[in-house]
């Protein structure tokens, strides 16, 4: 587990965070930061000492000027998977910007004295501090996962599946929604009404869902160049790529990937290098 403690001052351009890890946060002080998912949609929220904040792999926020001090714990999903028992299916944890939570933040609260001492009760505390967060994450705050959501009366669970697997498998290539008509016997105007009822979505709202979430993912690494991910996810061109993730993720696919990518975590200045081998504290990889 990573530990660090972080003042958040003013920031000159808002930008989007993306997430890399679980990470949990708690308030020392009251404070308060401008946030929201569009940059277009950002306010200033106000924190109570105390309060908490869940960032998941990958969840996204933008962020601009605050008045923050907190503490910031990284859960390996290693100790999430391993306290997993009794939770069937496949299961994720959902981001929360603001939550109370009393049993993490006894947690949180012991950690951050553990920290002010200079860690010296060793490695067994943190261990056993980590595998109690990451129960109290798993049994409060896991829900399971659903691919797609269906509804009575639309289609039934194989055809969905069916159809999934045929947008993965054609992500890159032309798909018309005759070709997802025809994979499951259904006409084209029968085939729309029906997946609607099924989904809360269009076909095309459907397949553009999931491009942009494939591009994302190619844009969560170096190598790619933005226009092989365009043509990866589909897209003919750059400039339609380029517009189109505007469109869904309030920024270019250049500033997305600049965004995950800034955050090197550095080491923590008041922990000594024992504690360094032992912890591996760095500064947050994810901030409320």
């Not at 306010?43 to 960032?55: D, N, R």
């Not at 939550?99 to 200079?118: C, P, S």
């Not at 999931?210 to 996810?233: F, G, S, T």
Request: glycine share 6%.
């Amino acid at each position: 587990m990573r530990v660090a403690a972080e003042v958040r001052g003013s920031v000159k351009e808002p930008y989007l965070q993306v997430h890399r890890e679980t990470t949990l946060g708690m308030l020392l002080r009251a404070g308060s930061m401008e946030m929201g998912l569009r940059r277009s949609t950002m306010k200033q929220v106000t924190f109570a000492a105390g309060e908490m904040g869940l960032c998941t792999p990958h969840s996204e926020q933008w962020i601009g000027s605050g008045d923050m001090e907190h503490i910031t714990l990284t859960i390996p999903d290693a100790a999430l998977l391993a306290v997993r028992d009794g939770v069937s299916g496949d299961i994720e944890l959902r981001p929360h910007w603001k939550l109370r939570d009393d049993r993490l933040n006894a947690l949180a609260t012991a950690v951050n004295a553990e920290r002010i001492a200079g860690f010296p009760s060793g490695r067994l505390f943190m261990t056993s501090i980590e595998q109690a967060l990451a129960v109290a994450l798993i049994k409060g705050y896991a829900v399971q996962r659903h691919p797609v959501r269906t509804y009575r009366g639309g289609l039934g669970a194989a055809r969905l599946r069916r159809i999934k697997d045929l947008v993965h498998a054609k992500l890159e290539d032309e798909l018309t929604i005759n070709e997802l008509a025809e994979s499951v016997r259904l006409s084209t105007a029968h085939f729309s009404q029906m997946f609607r009822k099924s989904t809360g979505e269009t076909p095309h709202q459907f397949v553009l869902r999931h491009r942009i979430e494939r591009a994302k993912e190619m844009l969560r690494v170096a190598e790619p160049r933005v226009l092989d991910v365009a043509i990866a996810c589909g897209f003919r061109t750059q400039q339609h790529f380029a517009r189109v993730f505007r469109h869904v993720c309030g920024t270019s696919p250049t500033e997305y990937r600049k965004e995950f990518l800034r955050y090197e975590p550095p080491i923590t200045r008041d922990i000594s290098p024992q504690d360094r081998r032992s912890f591996a504290p760095a500064a947050s990889a994810g901030k409320l």
